[in-house]
């Protein structure tokens, strides 16, 4: 695949669509933990006129369209901050679960 992606500097600097979509989706997590959103399988960040929003912003049809197949079973994302967005993921149930049991008791004790 030729990427034509045109995203940076700035708040998406270095992540896939995959970040953008999902940001543009928070609504629709999970679970928030602090600063950071949990999304779990079926993403469905195709909605709302995300996806044109995507390309609008500077990502590549064609990544956005990967970024629609992502097979993780889990995302997580975080805006730090200084305004940038982070994206990770988890390739597992066990890892998803295992990840927000940790952030899920940081934020606890935090408030303790």
Do not use: H, I
Request: charged share 30%; proline share 4%; net charge negative.
């Amino acid at each position: 695949m030729s990427c034509a992606c045109r995203v940076g500097p700035g708040k998406f600097e270095g992540e896939p669509a995959l970040a953008f979509l999902a940001y543009q989706n928070a609504e629709g997590a999970d679970a928030t933990t602090g600063v950071r959103d949990w999304f779990r399988r079926p993403f469905d960040f195709d909605t709302d006129g995300a996806v044109a929003r995507a390309v609008e912003y500077g990502y590549c049809r064609p990544c956005v369209d990967e970024s629609l197949l992502d097979d993780s079973y889990g995302l997580s994302l975080v805006e730090d901050e200084q305004g940038f967005v982070w994206l990770d993921r988890y390739p597992t149930a066990g890892e998803f679960d295992a990840a927000l049991a940790a952030a899920e008791q940081a934020e606890q004790n935090w408030e303790e």
